[in-house]
């Protein structure tokens, strides 16, 4: 049903919930993984074109690149995985990959903000849900947890 799981990451400690649920239903139907890192490049605008703005999308490119590094450390044993880095707006990013690479499925976290908080700082897995052509799956995740580095996901059987 599905050969190709999109899973966007950010790098953040509930990577390893999100990460959980994709590698069960990649194992079950024999699905490649797609991780995918988004630089927000948006939320840099307003810093000056200069030397500064290249050290801080080097920075985010490297941040990029360890959350990759986890996503293969934590699943590439049970499923193969597909590294992939854009830059833009996430959901934006995270659509366009989908349709681009022909995803079957996205798989991401999503942090339950509700209200206020989820009106000033939008909602990118609720963005992905409205205008992805594939179906999501949305799976909550709790900023509390420890590092994902430490740790590897266990494979619902």
């Not at 990460?19 to 079950?28: F, K, P, Q, V, Y």
Request: aromatic residues 4%.
């Amino acid at each position: 049903m599905y050969d190709k799981i999109l899973v966007p990451t950010d790098g953040s400690p509930g990577t390893r919930d999100v990460l959980t649920h994709a590698e069960a239903l990649a194992a079950t139907h024999g699905s490649e993984v797609h991780a995918l890192y988004v630089v927000d490049t948006g939320r840099f605008s307003t810093l000056p074109n200069e030397p500064t703005w290249e050290r801080v999308t080097d920075s985010l490119h490297r941040e990029g690149e360890r959350a990759l590094d986890t996503v293969e450390r934590l699943v590439a044993d049970t499923v193969s995985v597909v590294r992939a880095t854009a830059e833009g707006h996430p959901s934006r990013e995270i659509v366009d990959y989908a349709n681009q690479h022909g995803c079957d499925l996205v798989v991401m976290g999503t942090h339950g903000r509700g209200g206020i908080d989820r009106l000033l700082l939008g909602s990118v897995a609720e963005r992905v849900v409205r205008s992805a052509s594939v179906p999501v799956v949305t799976v909550p995740v709790e900023t509390t947890r420890p590092d994902v580095a430490d740790e590897r996901p266990a494979v619902p059987q």
